[in-house]
């Protein structure tokens, strides 16, 4: 019984990733775009409970950790950043492409805009 759920909770995770990789939609109309509020709000119900588990076993774990590490809380905050931290719901604009759904969080001091791409010639 405990099998087949998380074998469909796999199954929903993998179709949420498949539908979120699809190309972006064109929101001119109205209705495209109270069809993107209503996919965003589906998804949302999808994804913000799995990424709730994800952050509350992170947090479980680096309690662990910290404790096993002797109270280092540089160990504890490795394991619970990531976990804590990203996207906790799916908008519109994540489905529309303009944005990136981020479910392993970063760093909090990391900005995208500092970033310094390499050029390949």
């Given at each position: 019984?405990?099998r087949i759920n998380a074998?469909?909770?796999?199954?929903?995770?993998?179709?949420?990733?498949?539908?979120?990789?699809?190309?972006?939609?064109s929101a001119d109309s109205?209705?495209?775009?109270?069809?993107?509020?209503?996919?965003?709000?589906?998804?949302?119900?999808?994804?913000?409970?799995?990424?709730?588990?994800?952050?509350?076993?992170?947090?479980?774990?680096?309690?662990?950790?910290?404790?096993?590490?002797?109270?280092?809380?540089?160990?504890?905050?490795?394991v619970i950043t990531p976990?804590?931290?990203?996207?906790?719901?799916?908008?519109?604009?994540?489905?529309?492409?303009?944005?990136?759904?981020?479910?392993?969080?970063?760093?909090?001091?990391?900005?995208?805009?500092?970033?310094?791409?390499?050029?390949?010639?």
């Amino acid at each position: 019984m405990i099998r087949i759920n998380a074998m469909r909770v796999t199954v929903m995770l993998g179709v949420l990733v498949l539908l979120l990789q699809a190309s972006p939609a064109s929101a001119d109309s109205k209705g495209a775009s109270a069809g993107l509020g209503s996919a965003a709000v589906i998804s949302s119900l999808i994804y913000g409970p799995v990424k709730m588990a994800y952050s509350i076993v992170g947090v479980v774990f680096g309690g662990i950790a910290w404790g096993l590490s002797g109270g280092d809380t540089e160990v504890m905050s490795a394991v619970i950043t990531p976990a804590v931290r990203g996207d906790y719901v799916v908008t519109p604009s994540h489905l529309r492409g303009e944005e990136h759904l981020e479910f392993i969080g970063r760093q909090p001091d990391y900005r995208e805009d500092m970033v310094v791409l390499e050029e390949v010639y």
